[in-house]
């Protein structure tokens, strides 16, 4: 009896640091993302470009009022082709960064991706049925989100970082299509 039960807690503590190790890590590359971003067919010869957003005292501001904590980059990087951009950040969850790709179009959110998840919970903001809900959000002007988003039980931190980076991108592609601030 004692080994039956020492057998199945080994067996399922096995099964739970598998499962924990397969929601962790990266999820879609860089080059895939960017491939659902701007999709190109053969006969196309228009290419996205990688372009630069240098952060003045005033972006700045507003990225840490978005964020609520310190933004300390110079300047971000993201691609464009017409008046669509992508846009991949990291925010930390819990402790560790969740990497998110953004793809924006006319001002509102076209998809978000969860490139990497490094966290031990909260994993489930990389499934479909979280991340479709911010498909068509815009900001409003308090550079919220004009969605409500549903949280996860379980997953408190990895929400507010996605939303967080949701919302980051949103107010980047508006500077970069206005130059505003």
Not at 37 to 49: G, L, V
Not at 83 to 99: L, Y
Request: glycine share 6%; hydrophobic share 45%; with cysteine.
């Amino acid at each position: 009896m004692v080994l039956k039960l020492v057998t199945l807690v080994l067996f399922l503590s096995l099964f739970v640091c598998t499962e924990i190790r397969a929601n962790q890590g990266q999820n879609l590359s860089k080059e895939k993302f960017l491939n659902l971003a701007f999709p190109s067919p053969q006969s196309s010869t228009s290419q996205y470009k990688l372009e630069t957003l240098w952060l003045t005292k005033g972006i700045k501001q507003e990225a840490e009022n978005i964020l609520g904590h310190p933004f300390n980059m110079l300047r971000i990087r993201y691609w464009t082709l017409g008046n669509r951009t992508a846009w991949i950040m990291d925010e930390i969850g819990k402790v560790k960064p969740i990497t998110t790709g953004v793809i924006i179009e006319n001002q509102a959110i076209q998809s978000v991706h969860i490139l990497a998840f490094r966290e031990s919970r909260g994993w489930e903001v990389k499934y479909p049925f979280f991340t479709e809900q911010f498909i068509r959000a815009t900001l409003d002007n308090n550079n919220k989100l004009d969605k409500q988003i549903d949280g996860i039980t379980g997953a408190t931190l990895s929400v507010r970082a996605v939303k967080k980076i949701a919302r980051l991108a949103l107010f980047f592609h508006t500077i970069t299509r206005d130059g505003s601030l």
